[in-house]
T-cell receptor, first 119, second 113 residues
């Protein structure tokens, strides 16, 4: 099956610093990737849609200047949390959409997640 | 937008059957998905429905009624490893929501010996 990786798996940083999280589709091309955030015992909340070669689209309430998304290739999207604060501590999960499977059914594949802790 | 409701927690014994219900209201629908998520891990795909009816995949089955905005996930022959959160997710159809998933809050299933 399709594999999506995320790096790093976990990261601890100081308040005010920036953190970059990578999401890679390892065996397929993903024109679209999605970034989610999950707080403890809560569901996944979609933050933004990352489209290869164009600007990301953000969900309502998500600050685009704080959560920078770059989707420079068909296999890589990055999320940069800028000037991180303790309230940004969360589990960040990406998913990648295999356009070849569009309309077939299960076309999105999730990465293993990145746990961010901001001190 | 989409409102997705599912119970918070369910408890069942090993070997039993559990049914997790999910109701949704959506402006555009392109499939309902069920995922399993263990604590601290990413969701893993279980089943999906686009058309009304029952889809069976081994011990897991999922049902959809689009007219009622209702789905359920049926877990049979429960095993201890099935203790996890089960997420109901609706995939969007409208231009600005194509491919997007909206997730329910998840149902924590606890399997007891």
């Amino acid at each position: 099956g399709a594999v999506v990786s995320q790096h790093p798996s976990w990261v601890i940083c100081k308040s005010g610093t920036s953190v970059k999280i990578e999401c890679r589709s390892l065996d397929f091309q993903a024109t679209t990737m999605f970034w989610y955030r999950q707080f403890p015992k809560q569901s996944l909340m979609l933050m933004a849609t990352s489209n290869e070669g164009s600007k990301a689209t953000y969900e309502q309430g998500v600050e685009k200047d704080k959560f920078l998304i770059n989707h420079a290739s068909l296999t890589l999207s990055t999320l940069t949390v800028t000037s991180a604060h303790p309230e940004d501590s969360s589990f960040y999960i990406c998913s990648a959409r295999d356009y070849k499977l569009a309309g077939v059914g299960n076309e999105q594949f999730f990465g293993p997640g990145t746990r961010l802790t901001v001190l | 937008g989409q409102n997705i409701d599912q119970p918070t927690e369910m408890t069942a014994t090993e070997g039993a059957i559990v049914q997790i219900n999910c109701t949704y209201q959506t402006s555009g629908f392109n499939g309902l998905f069920w995922y399993q998520q263990h604590a601290g891990e990413a969701p893993t795909f279980l089943s999906y429905n686009v058309l009304d009816g029952l889809e069976e995949k081994g011990r897991f089955s999922s049902f959809l009624s689009r007219s009622k905005g209702y789905s359920y996930l049926l877990l049979k022959e429960l095993q201890m490893k099935d203790s996890a959160s089960y997420l109901c997710a609706v995939r969007g159809l409208t231009t600005d929501s194509w491919g997007k998933f909206q997730f329910g809050a998840g149902t924590q299933v606890v399997v007891t010996p």
